[in-house]
């Protein structure tokens, strides 16, 4: 294997810190939980998430000028109204830790997206570790056991295929230039918090309990998780192949089962331990890859 080369480990690093940022962030969101609504918190995070990266913006002079409106309103609707509404309906009647890797689906469906979209058929490497990865996950889901329900189940899927139709969008997009990642980002998530904030309105919830742990819960996920992880998120997109960054984000679910186990006392199965190895093997087959061509940077 080869190691990654110089114009790469500025997205690697990024996604390292990517890793952190959102593994750690499955732990805040479920003791967040205790004191909102999903849709509450997913409409209050958002928002102030968006007034990060305008003000980021802002302070670092670039133009309030949105990015092409219609590519940038289908991200925003996939990447973040999507997403997240999946998501958090699948928490709602299914298991938080199951939901959250069977989210995690979206490298794979990134690869058939980009397959379709970009004519990027994968490589012999790319598709072992496809492979590998998809047996890790198996492994790790034990489908043979259920998911709790099967409509848990396909609306977590659900949130997986919006997130890949978000991530294939956004390559597209950098592709044809003149889109910076700190712009894109902060307007397509605007545009899909617009459609978070109409939900949270609409469907009843708990009213929200303020505490000291909740409002530390609603920064870390404004300033980290919706602001600066989704800048890191399109940085990456935009310099590695829509299939490299896909399958290397499984770096998340496997360090959020670490944060489980340490801070939660979730300790994995033996099954499920045997699936974390052969995800991480995955990565290694992906990450260390030699790229085919040189990925242009914005």
Request: aromatic share 10%; charged share 10%; proline share 5%.
């Amino acid at each position: 294997m080869t190691a990654a080369s110089p114009s790469r480990r500025p997205a690697l690093v990024a996604l390292a810190l990517l890793t952190l940022v959102w593994s750690y962030n499955w732990i805040v969101m479920k003791q967040a939980l205790q004191f909102s609504g999903p849709f509450t918190f997913s409409a209050l995070r958002y928002v102030f998430g968006s007034l990060v990266l305008f003000a980021v913006l802002l302070l670092r002079g670039e133009s309030l000028r949105p990015p092409p409106l219609l590519p940038t309103a289908l991200i925003g609707l996939a990447q973040t109204l999507g997403f997240q509404l999946l998501v958090q309906s699948a928490l709602v009647i299914g298991g938080a830790g199951k939901t959250a890797l069977l989210a995690y689906t979206m490298p794979f469906w990134v690869v058939l997206l980009g397959w379709l979209a970009f004519g990027q058929r994968p490589d012999a490497r790319l598709a072992a570790g496809l492979c590998v990865a998809a047996c890790g996950l198996a492994l790790v889901l034990e489908p043979w056991n259920g998911f709790g329900g099967a409509r848990s189940s396909l609306l977590a899927l659900g949130g997986g295929l919006a997130w890949a139709i978000g991530v294939v969008a956004s390559k597209r997009l950098f592709e044809r230039g003149g889109v910076s990642a700190l712009s894109l980002t902060a307007w397509q998530m605007l545009i899909g918090t617009l459609g978070v904030v109409a939900v949270a309105l609409v469907v009843p919830e708990r009213a929200i309990e303020w505490s000291h742990w909740f409002i530390v819960a609603l920064v870390y996920n404004a300033l980290l998780a919706s602001g600066l992880a989704w800048l890191l998120w399109s940085y990456v997109v935009a310099r590695l192949p829509a299939n490299v960054a896909g399958l290397s984000s499984l770096a998340i679910p496997i360090a959020g089962i670490a944060f489980a186990w340490a801070l939660l006392g979730e300790r994995p199965s033996l099954v499920e331990g045997a699936g974390i190895v052969l995800i991480g093997v995955a990565l290694a087959l992906v990450s260390l890859r030699r790229p085919t061509a040189p990925t242009r940077a914005t």
